[in-house]
Structures are given as C-alpha cells and as structure tokens.
C-alpha cells in the first residue's frame, strides 16, 4: 500500500533551516506529482509547494524564495529545504501525492516544525 513518511522536522530558532524529507513506497513514484502541505494551529491546511513528475515546481506565495521542493526519483523521496524560517512557519507538514495536480490523494503522517521567536 502507498506510505508516505515525513522526517526531519523539529525546533529551529526563527532565520535557520530545516530540510523535510519523504520516502514514499508502494507506488511508481517517478510517475506520481508529489506536494508539501502545512496545517498551522487553528489554521486550515495549505498547499506550500508542489513538483511535477517531470520535476516542475510551484510554490505558495509564503514560501517563494525561501523553500525549495526537489524529489531524487533514485531513492523515491521528495526533499523541502526551508531556509530564512520565521515563527509563521510553524504547523505541522504533510507530504502527499497524487497522478493530479495537486497531488492529495496520498498522505503522510505529518510532522511537526517549530519556529521560535
């Protein structure tokens, strides 16, 4: 069965990085569009960025010029670098996937990133 399980997520002092990984398993994954959503407290969820199964890239505004989504279909895992963090971008990440954009037929567990002031 497909499983999508998110790692690399924690505490961070505002202005650092962090980079998210997912290893996905139990479908073709160079095949499939890959996504990061968030869900901060008390918020809904949103999409922050998505790459195609040809490697094309979106992001949300919130997360242009800061993060960076790219997949190494080798090791069927898709990466989100997170750099210049600030305390907005605390919530928990999801990744997710899907043969349509955007990808959210598939979900991770989630995984929790802090910001702190």
């Known amino acids: 069965q497909v499983q999508l399980v998110e790692s690399g997520g924690g505490l961070v002092q505002a202005g650092g990085s962090l980079k998210l990984s997912c290893a996905a398993s139990g479908f073709i994954f160079r095949i499939n569009h890959m996504a990061w959503y968030r869900q901060a407290p008390g918020k809904q969820r949103e999409l922050v960025a998505t790459?195609?199964?040809?490697?094309?890239?979106n992001y949300a505004d919130s997360a242009k010029d800061r993060f960076t989504i790219s997949r190494d279909n080798a090791k069927n895992t898709v990466f989100l670098q997170m750099n210049s963090l600030n305390p907005e971008d605390t919530a928990v990440y999801y990744c997710?996937?899907?043969?349509?954009?955007?990808?959210?037929?598939?979900w991770g567990q989630g995984i929790q990133v802090t910001v702190s002031s």
């Open positions: 997710a996937t899907g043969r349509r954009m955007p990808p959210k037929e598939y």
């Open positions: 790459i195609t199964s040809g490697a094309s890239t």
